[in-house]
């Protein structure tokens, strides 16, 4: 019968891969440009300001996409003038910052004296572009976070973190310049690990504001903090931290070679990532720590962990978890160890009820009704006189029913949870939460 029931639930939901589908998507039509680098891809930046633009252009679409941004202008340095570009994507960056200290100083730079840089008769051959980028790199841009960017997939991957790119003609490699100011969530209290006494920050969705939290806290210079792409679509930011006189070198190369060769296309939250890298998927009990507070992170940082931060998730990942530390509490930090023991010994009772005492209840009032008192088996037995089940499907009802109106709860919008919440301790004469 098991089996039987096992064979109709597959069939109804498994899922098998069709060879043949009855429609078709065009490809290729007469009215449709083709792919100019389908056979030539580029990987490194043209020294033609022309071919980048083209590239650009087909790589983002710009016929179609409107959020994406190309300027196109001249400047002069070195008594010459010289085509320019540069290229953002609209809502990801500061337009004040690109207006201010990016096109107004190279826009001007016909005002400003050119550097006089006496040479040999050898280096007048190369002197034009080393001195052009040097030119433009020390004069021409009052920024203070610009790297050097020669590879079409650096450029990319800049492009879409919100970093404006900036292309001169004659010029084999191009200025990454860091003008993010993309819309983010502020420091809210924490939602689920909340605390009387410890800090009421917690983290939020930007990468650089978590890394920047938990060096409030530990303030230490052998913190280290590096980044890790993940991802072969989205290629999204992560970032290991350990501190490093304290981190065990094998746990932090055990941590890197596992989120190295990772193979998905996309990585959103930090709860996939936490599956990808356990030991073992199929244990039902946590391997791995996920929290909210920089407090806590940062102590298991100290403690010679190491965290794991997802750009785009409000929980760090720490690793390795153990046993001890589902049942601690970021309140036992602020009490002395005499209390927090005892909330570390209920939490432990707790967990032991939740898991033992159902079955507990049905192997005593079935196998072992001598172990009750008579009066409260006689309670026991009445109360179960109308209910026309056996016990086993009875504790089955009701852990469903539990996990249902959480479920519920959690997923139904807000105006309507309360009222099913209501119905249900209503009509049960039961209150299954604080109301």
């Keep these: 019968m098991f089996y039987k029931i096992k064979r109709i639930l597959l069939n109804f939901f498994n899922y098998t891969e069709k060879d043949d589908y009855d429609f078709s998507i065009p490809l290729n039509t007469g009215n449709e440009e083709t792919n100019p680098y389908k056979d030539n891809e580029p990987t490194k930046i043209y020294s033609s300001i022309t071919k980048n633009l083209d590239y650009l252009k087909y790589k983002y679409n710009t016929l179609i996409n409107t959020d994406i941004v190309i300027r196109e202008f001249t400047f002069d340095a070195l008594n010459k003038t010289y085509n320019a570009f540069i290229i953002f994507i609209d809502g990801l960056v500061d337009a004040n910052i690109i207006n201010d200290f990016t096109l107004k100083p190279l826009m001007q730079s016909h005002t400003l004296p050119s ?94 504001t978590n890394t920047s939290l938990i060096r409030r806290i530990v303030n230490n210079e052998n913190l280290v903090i590096e980044s890790i792409t993940v991802g072969k679509i989205n290629k999204n930011p992560c970032a290991i931290c350990y501190i490093n006189n304290i981190a065990n070198s094998n746990l932090v190369s055990e941590v890197k070679y596992r989120i190295n060769n990772i193979d998905i296309d996309f990585l959103i939250s930090s709860g996939q990532l936490e599956q990808l890298i356990e030991d073992s998927s199929n244990i039902s009990l946590p391997q791995v720590i996920a929290t909210e507070r920089p407090d806590r992170a940062s102590h298991y940082l100290l403690e010679g962990r190491v965290a794991i931060i997802v750009n785009g998730s409000p929980y760090i990942l720490v690793v390795p978890g153990v046993f001890n530390d589902f049942l601690s509490s970021p309140e036992d930090f602020n009490l002395k160890f005499q209390f927090s023991n005892v909330l570390k010994f209920l939490r432990l009772m707790a967990f032991l009820f ?17 172990l009750l008192p008579t009066e409260f088996l006689f309670t026991i037995i009445a109360s179960r006189a109308s209910v026309p089940f056996p016990i086993i499907f009875e504790i089955l009802i009701m852990e469903s029913s539990f996990e249902l109106i959480r479920e519920a709860s959690i997923r139904v919008p807000s105006t309507i949870g309360p009222t099913i919440r209501n119905y249900w301790c209503f009509n049960t004469r039961r209150c299954c939460c604080k109301c």
């Design 115 to 208: 550097k006089k840089i006496p040479y040999t008769q050898n280096q007048k051959k190369e002197k034009n572009k080393k001195d052009l980028y040097s030119y433009v790199y020390n004069c021409l841009l009052p920024q203070n976070a610009i790297t050097d960017t020669s590879d079409f997939d650096s450029v990319l991957m800049s492009i879409n973190r919100g970093h404006c790119l900036l292309f001169v003609d004659g010029l084999t490699s191009c200025y990454n310049i860091d003008t993010k100011n993309y819309k983010q969530r502020s420091i809210d209290n924490p939602n689920n690990e909340i605390v009387i006494r410890g800090s009421q920050e917690a983290f939020n969705e930007i990468l650089r």
């Design 354 to 370: 939740t898991l033992l005492l159902p079955g507990f209840y049905m192997a005593v009032t079935n196998f072992h009704q001598e």
